[in-house]
């Protein structure tokens, strides 16, 4: 079962990991029994403010719907403004959107035109990053938006699904990688 990477056993004993979810093959890295520990929840944003305190980023984004319970406490530590990257039809002002090709089929994600100020250096929080394909769109969005949104920072990192080849203009921290089993 998914080899550790990057090591941190603290966060390992609290990943519930499921096999073959939501489809056969698939091995799940289930992130609501962090949700669950709360020495465990408490560690994830201390470790995301400790990395990014001091860096001058003006805000956070998140994405739907994992990321936000990550990002809203990151956040509110940082004293930054948040924004919601949210699937197509959720928001309910002015929004900007990208569409975006998934492995199967493709999907739209919006924010929000006004929570984006030009030049606003932002960083991109989100639970899970498998092949980089909806952290990617979430990026290009921010930035066709006029952000310079180069960072992001996830829970979990699955690198031999290769989101560092995706994502090689990026800056993409990680607090636990696995590899394949
Ligand atoms: P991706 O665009 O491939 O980086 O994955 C998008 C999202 O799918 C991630 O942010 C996770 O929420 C979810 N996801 C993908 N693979 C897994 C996995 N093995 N376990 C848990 N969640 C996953």
Redesign the pocket.
């Known amino acids: 079962m998914g080899e550790i990477v990057k090591k941190n056993n603290l966060l390992d004993n609290a990943i519930r990991k499921i096999k073959d979810f939501p489809k056969e093959g ?5 992130i609501t029994s962090i949700l669950q520990k709360p020495e465990a929840f408490s560690y994830c944003i201390d470790e995301m403010v400790k990395t990014y305190e001091n860096t001058g980023m003006n805000a956070v984004a998140c ?1 739907e719907a ?2 936000f319970l990550f990002a809203a406490p990151f956040a509110l530590r940082m004293g930054l403004p948040l924004i919601l990257i949210r699937k197509k039809g959720k928001l309910p002002g002015k929004t900007i959107e990208k569409r975006f090709v ?1 492995e199967y089929g493709e999907d739209v994600i919006q924010i929000h035109r006004d929570d984006i100020h030009s030049g606003d250096k932002i960083v991109v929080v ?10 990617k769109a979430s990026l290009e969005l921010l930035n066709e938006a006029g952000a310079k949104a180069v960072d992001v920072i ?1 829970v ?1 990192g ?1 690198p031999f ?1 290769r ?1 560092n080849e995706l994502l090689a203009d990026y800056n993409v921290q990680t607090l636990i990688e696995y590899d394949r089993e």
């Open positions: 698939i091995l799940f890295y289930d994405i994992r990321g998934l989100d639970d899970l990053i498998a092949t980089g394909g909806t952290v996830c979990i699955l699904l989101y």
